[in-house]
């Protein structure tokens, strides 16, 4: 097959042998688990617990309202013991309730019957609807949502984010064939004719683990493509390029040039929950970085702490100086290990001081254009730069910074040492936010006109009533209601004279 190059980009050392020795490890359940209800892009969803309530492992505990999110399970089988609000990461002054559940020792397991794999396209999104899969690379969109228009072309992406990251490679490496068999199950549901599953060339165990499985239980449709390891190749947009030399338009999606993208372990959950009836209760999650005494790739119940992961991961080092909850490039920094893992989050990063800049080295750009040519985005990050800094926004969303996909190609291309990717991911936040306050300002118009017009109606309504009244009362209108009791009595007197 022959592949494309997406502009921009960086050949970053790798850091995945550190976390890939020892395989896939399940960590156990913590004491508690702590599981937000907003897990997903969109609307948080509604928890359908209470406090004392017993559930089973796979059981919902909060539901999507009117489809527009992702419905959440309990992980273990156990109490829950609050529904309290707690911060997310990256969040600060936002709080949403997270349900709070102690496992039990022993305790029920709540799983849908089983469907077969070729079962039709409705009842396979149904399914996934119901099981709560999401975007497991980090976006978190409903995978049921993504899957409802038919698409020509089906990725299923195996190339990671970060160099840091290994928990695709892991996933593969012990479960190419679920991978595969759910890639032909979500071609039937997508109706998608091609599938491709992409494969990073450094990923050489992965690689062998796929072309099994695929000569096994994909020949006639799945497609092994080994990509070249050059980041951010996993961003879908980057990604459909390397694959199809198309490039998605600005401001529009994958699905506008026939194109859907999977992560593998997307896959591999939604094919669990249709033949093993499971709901999304787990995930890998990468924990990695010289400030971890043991780094590896572990199956984690939803729910659990960064503080607990880290601990099964043989605590901390002395060289620990940052806390990450993702990779160096789009990860947040996290202020605390209190924070819950959750659908999104796939890597814990914990650096050292090689990995850390020096704290105010940033100096003026000098226009190298350096920044414009890592770009995987074909922005131009020094303009953008310069409105962000000006506080003129609009211009600033004008020339794309909605198109960042916060890769911080930018920041390590800058002579300078701009952090560049923050400016923008502040401008952002900015912007919504003003975007939000002006949708509020005009629900609250639209609300004052409806309101001003109820009462101008209702006005008019009492001032017709007024004036029928009125015209009831007048002269003309009394002696016509007295002719007319006058005839009703002589009618009445000429009836009872007759015999």
């Not at 992965?206 to 980041?231: F, N, S």
């Not at 990717?421 to 609250?444: I, M, P, S, V, Y």
């Amino acid at each position: 097959m022959h592949l494309h190059r997406f502009h921009g980009g960086l050949d970053l050392p790798g850091h995945k042998a550190e976390s890939t020795a020892g395989g896939l490890r399940r960590l156990p359940p913590s004491a508690r688990l702590y599981l937000s209800v907003l897990q997903h892009a969109g609307l948080p969803a509604e928890p359908c617990v209470a406090p004392g309530d017993s559930v089973a492992r796979g059981q919902r505990i909060a539901i999507a309202e009117g489809g527009a999110g992702a419905d959440l399970h309990s992980p273990v089988a156990g109490r829950v013991i609050a529904i309290e609000a707690l911060p997310l990461p990256g969040t600060p002054g936002i709080e949403v309730p997270h349900v709070v559940i102690e496992p039990a020792p022993d305790g029920a397991l709540q799983a849908q019957p089983a469907l077969p794999e070729d079962a039709d396209a409705d009842a396979l999104r149904a399914r996934i609807r119901d099981a709560g899969i999401v975007g497991l690379g980090g976006a978190g969109f409903p995978t049921a949502g993504k899957l409802a228009a038919a698409r020509a072309t089906l990725v299923i992406n195996g190339a990671e984010c970060e160099p840091w990251i290994a928990c695709d490679d892991a996933l593969l490496r012990e479960h190419a064939d679920e991978v595969v068999r759910g890639a032909r199950m979500m071609a039937r549901a997508s109706g998608a004719s091609r599938v491709l599953l992409a494969v990073e060339d450094s990923m050489r165990e992965a690689i062998t683990a796929c072309g099994e499985a695929v000569q096994a239980h994909g020949q006639d449709l799945v497609e092994l493509v080994v990509v070249p390891t050059r980041y951010p190749e996993g961003g879908e947009r980057q990604l459909i390029q390397v694959l199809t030399g198309q490039e998605v338009p600005r401001g529009g999606l994958p699905r506008d040039i026939g194109v859907i993208v999977l992560n593998v372990a997307t896959v591999r959950a939604a094919w669990r929950a249709v033949v093993l009836g499971e709901a999304l209760c787990e995930r890998v999650v990468t924990v990695t970085g010289p400030g971890v005494a043991r780094p590896g790739n572990f199956i984690v119940p939803l729910g659990t702490r960064v503080c607990d992961l880290v601990a099964h991961a043989g605590g901390y080092t002395p060289a620990a100086r940052r806390l990450m909850l993702g990779g160096p490039m789009m990860g947040t920094a996290l202020p605390h290990d209190g924070f819950a893992i959750g659908k999104t989050h796939n890597c814990v990063l914990v650096l050292g001081d090689a990995d850390l800049r020096t704290a105010g080295d940033e100096m003026p750009c000098i226009r190298c254009g350096d920044c414009a040519t890592a770009c995987p985005s074909r922005l131009l990050p020094q303009q953008l730069h310069w409105q962000a800094r000006a506080g003129r926004l609009d211009e600033a969303r004008g020339q794309g910074l909605f198109d960042c996909i916060e890769c911080g190609c930018c920041d390590l291309a800058c002579p300078s040492h701009i952090p560049l990717t923050q400016q923008f991911r502040l401008a952002k936040g900015e912007l919504l936010a003003r975007d939000a306050d002006a949708a509020n300002a005009e629900a609250a118009r639209q609300r004052f006109e409806s309101r001003r017009e109820r009462l101008e109606r209702e006005a008019g309504e009492r001032e017709a009533r007024r004036a029928a009244r009125k015209a009831a009362a007048s002269p003309d209108a009394v002696a016509a209601a007295l002719e007319r009791a006058r005839a009703k009595r002589a009618a009445s007197d000429d009836a009872g004279d007759r015999p």
